[in-house]
C-alpha cells in the first residue's frame, strides 16, 4: 500500500491535511499507519534531536548540518521495521516530514551551491541507500504563502506535540530567514528531483485558503500523480516497452491493462499495482 509524505515549513499545516486524509482513508474502509518525524519523544536519537532543537547544543547554525544530518536519519532508521511492518500489511501510511525535511532544513545553512548538492546526495544515499529505509510513493511539499508561516510562527503554536520544547523555543522556528532558504531548498529540489512535487497552497490574492480548499487541491494532485507513479515503478519491461505502454495508456486506451493482466510475468505485480492506484484514487475523489 502506499508510503504518502507531507513536506513543508514549520506551520504550514501539514498535520491538519494528513488528518483529513486519513479521515477520508478510514471512511472508506482503509487501514492508516501515520507517523510524525523527528521522534522526540523516543530514546536515543529523538531525545538527542529533542535537545539540539531546543538549543542545548547551540543555535541552528552552530551545529555541522552532517551530524545533525545523522541524527534524523538514526531517528527514521528507528522507524523504519514500524514503516514496512504497516507497509507489508496494506495500510496506507501517511508521514508528516521525511528525508527532504533534512535536506530542506540542514541544506539550507550551507549558502555555496555545490556544497548544498553534496549534502543533500550524501542526505539521501545514507537514508535511501545504506539504512535502505522505505522509499515513499508520493512526497508532497506543501507550498504556502510565506506570511501564513510567519504569522504561526510569531503567533505562538501551542499542543502536545510541542512537549519536547519544555516551554521553550524551537531554534528552526525562531529564525524566519533559515524558513526562507528552506523553502528556497525544498523547491530547488523538486525541480531536480520528479519524486518531490510541490502543491501550491496559496489563493490567488496570496492569501491562505482555509483547510478544506487547500486538501481539495492535494487530493487533485494525489489523483494526477497516481496512475503513472506506481506503474512505471512496479513493471519491470525494457524500457522501449514501457514508454510505448504509457504513451498509450496516456492516449486514454485500456488495451495495455488488459495485456499486463494477460502476461502471467507481470499479473501479481500488477494486482499490487492496482490495489495501489485504487486507494490513491480514493483519496483524490
Not at 271 to 277: F, G, L, P
Amino acid at each position: 500500500m502506499p508510503l504518502i509524505v507531507l513536506e513543508g515549513l514549520d506551520g504550514a499545516g501539514k498535520s491538519t491535511q494528513i488528518r483529513l486524509l486519513r479521515e477520508r482513508a478510514e471512511r472508506s474502509g482503509r487501514r492508516t499507519g501515520f507517523m510524525h518525524f523527528p521522534r522526540t519523544d523516543t530514546p536515543l536519537y529523538g531525545e538527542t534531536i529533542a535537545r539540539f532543537l531546543r538549543g542545548d547544543f547551540g543555535e541552528q547554525d552552530s551545529v555541522d548540518p552532517y551530524t545533525v544530518a545523522l541524527l534524523f536519519a538514526g531517528d527514521r532508521m528507528q522507524a523504519a521495521p514500524q514503516l514496512r511492518e504497516w507497509l507489508e500489511e496494506g495500510y496506507t501510511v501517511f508521514l508528516d516530514r521525511y528525508v527532504y525535511s533534512t535536506v530542506g532544513y540542514q541544506c539550507a545553512k550551507i549558502a555555496d551551491p555545490e556544497a548544498r548538492r553534496r549534502l543533500k546526495e550524501w542526505i539521501l544515499e545514507l537514508e535511501y541507500g545504506i539504512y535502505a529505509i522505505p522509499r515513499p510513493d508520493v512526497s508532497i511539499f506543501l507550498d504556502v504563502p510565506f506570511r501564513f508561516t510567519e504569522r504561526r510562527l510569531t503567533s505562538g503554536r501551542h499542543g502536545r506535540d510541542r512537549d519536547y520544547l519544555q516551554g521553550g523555543r524551537d531554534i528552526h522556528e525562531s529564525s524566519l530567514e533559515l524558513q526562507r532558504r528552506v523553502r528556497e531548498v525544498y523547491l530547488d529540489a523538486a525541480r531536480c528531483d520528479s519524486a518531490l512535487r510541490v502543491v501550491d497552497c496559496g489563493s490567488p490574492d496570496g492569501t491562505m485558503p482555509p483547510p478544506e480548499a487547500r486538501i481539495s487541491t492535494l487530493r487533485s494532485e494525489l489523483d494526477r500523480l497516481s496512475l503513472m507513479k506506481f506503474i512505471t515503478r512496479a513493471i519491470n519491461c525494457s524500457s522501449t516497452d514501457l514508454s510505448s505502454t504509457l504513451r498509450t495508456m496516456s492516449s486514454g486506451s485500456c488495451a495495455p491493462l488488459k495485456l499486463l493482466r494477460n502476461r502471467s510475468r507481470f499479473s501479481m505485480r500488477f494486482m499490487a499495482v492496482e490495489r495501489r492506484i485504487s486507494v490513491l484514487n480514493g483519496l483524490a475523489m
